[in-house]
């Protein structure tokens, strides 16, 4: 952890879901997602980290697991996904700093993270936590915005754009969204202790005038056969990566689950509508069916 915390990029009181997604007319990247989870995620298992789970909307897709457990700093964007999905015992809610998970190492037995690397000024820092989090064997989904997509490289040829889709430096094209080239992102699973297994082109029919001419059930079809081309090449706009972590990690001892984000003591105790740490004495509130350990919520 450096001595500067990373800035958040923080949902709070967004209407990303509905502006974004419901009156977005983004069926076609929502349907080419399911379709890269169908078939990067395991059949089963006990315990998913969803992080950047925002409103759930990808939660629903991890039929396979016994629980879930749903991470974003915006405590109304975990509102709305506990709406929908409701407060029963399948899924945990938990609102908190990705570079601070508040978890025990080897706790979880897979995880995803679906269009929230490129909000990661630190994004070698944010993986770190991921694969300290999990368990020898795990799988890990992380999904990214390519900087070395096709638009990106005509741009560039024509010279409509000042930086190269082919150097691995990250872009920062709007305050705290970043695309990655995909040799960086392999580079940083790699350092993180991730071994890669696939890798999927994905939304390559992105583009406007096709999603308003063509009928969302072509499109998709299309999406499907062209996903596989990840494989050997990645221009998509999106690429989706499905990694083991490797090394040695203990799993997560019986009974243990939170950590202290703070003083890192895995001695979270329940008290009333919150924990609290027995190591630096720190309260952690459970605001309406939510953990939230935030360190600084504002």
Known sequence: MTSTQPPICDYENSDYQTRFWERGGRAYEDRAEAIALQRLLPK?????????????????RYTGFRQVVLVDYSLTQLQQALERLGGNQHYIYVAADIYRLPFVEGLFDAATMIRTLHHMAEPQLALDQVRRTLQTGAIFILEFANKQNLKAILRYAFKKQSWSPYSQESVEFEKLNYNFHPKAVRAWLNKAGFALQEELAVSYLRLGVLKQKLPIDLLTKLEARLQSTGRWCQFSPSVFTRTQAVGETPRAQAGTFFKCPVCESKSVEPYGAMLICTGCSREWPIRKGIFDFRIDPG
Do not use: F
């Not at 089963?44 to 629903?60: F, I």
């Open 44 to 60: 089963g298992g006990e315990l998913l980290l969803e992080l950047g789970a925002g409103a759930g909307r990808n939660t629903p």
